[in-house]
């Protein structure tokens, strides 16, 4: 039939890991209706848990932890009641600077559900040094760098070496379902296929800032990667993974930020 599109079976119980949907706090969802409508998009994809990772960044995204807890709890409320079958996380985007570590420590919300995960960003044009100086330390101060979308900078794209060397560092490479279904440009889309085939990519996230322009789309990702490597992929990517996170911080006895 024209315009049938083979979809096979839908995945769920996937995890999103990076996305910006609590209410009024970075450059994601505006407020809670469009934390809400966000939310609605992943449920619908096969999306059951959560972890939720507003930006911090010096000069840009500096909000208070009080603020921070205050809009996550207000979404996790509304959250609660209209999907109780959906898991939500506290995390955060960090934005790489020196005094991160010092940070972390003082801050649960830094680190992935309260683990030992820590999803750190980098500008466009940070270069090599930079890169690695960042990781290492985070790995040398007993923490996971969960490196977030690596298509994005220049240094690493251009240097597949980098990336192997910030896995052996103890890294893991995360890269948003927009650049794997080429939605973000043949060159993130060749890049991170390229991280996929060599056993370099860990991580999948939404990156979802609104519906319009950054929209979720893990569940049509998901799909996607199921037809070209077989269903084992996204299931390694978007389930069994994310699941590592959660049980990273468990096993460090950590309190995690789950809903219950
Ligand atoms: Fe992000």
Redesign the pocket.
């Known amino acids: 039939m024209f315009g049938f599109k083979k979809k096979g079976p839908q995945l769920t119980g996937l995890w999103d890991i990076?996305c910006?949907l609590v209410p009024g706090v970075d450059d994601g969802a505006a407020d809670l209706r469009a934390s809400m409508a966000l939310l609605e998009a992943e449920y619908r994809d096969g999306v059951r848990n959560i972890i939720v990772?507003p930006?911090n960044r010096l000069h840009m995204f500096e909000n208070e932890e009080a603020d921070i807890l205050a809009a996550y709890e207000q979404f996790r409320q509304a959250a609660k009641a209209a999907y109780p079958d959906l898991a939500l996380y506290l995390g955060c985007?960090l934005h790489q600077r020196s005094e991160m570590v010092d940070m972390i420590r003082a801050r649960e919300q830094f680190r992935l559900a309260g683990g030992n995960c820590v999803l750190l960003?980098f500008s466009t044009w940070d270069d090599a040094r930079r890169i690695r100086k960042r990781v290492y330390t985070l790995a040398a101060n007993g923490y996971t760098p969960i490196v977030?979308?690596v298509e994005r900078y220049q240094n690493l794209t251009s240097d597949m070496a980098l990336a192997e060397d910030l896995v052996g560092l103890g890294a893991y490479l995360q890269v948003n379902a927009d650049s794997l279904l080429g939605k973000d440009g043949m060159a993130a889309r060749r890049f991170s296929h390229r991280l996929l085939e060599q056993g370099l990519l860990h991580f999948v996230g939404s990156?979802a800032h609104d519906l319009k322009y950054r929209p979720p789309r893990l569940g049509e990702c998901a799909a996607y990667l199921a037809r070209q490597y077989g269903e084992e992929c996204p299931r390694r990517l978007l389930i069994e993974n994310p699941k590592e996170i959660i049980f990273a911080g468990e096993e460090n006895g950590e309190q995690s930020a789950a809903s219950e």
């Open positions: 990076h910006h990772t930006h985007e960003e977030a979308h990156d």
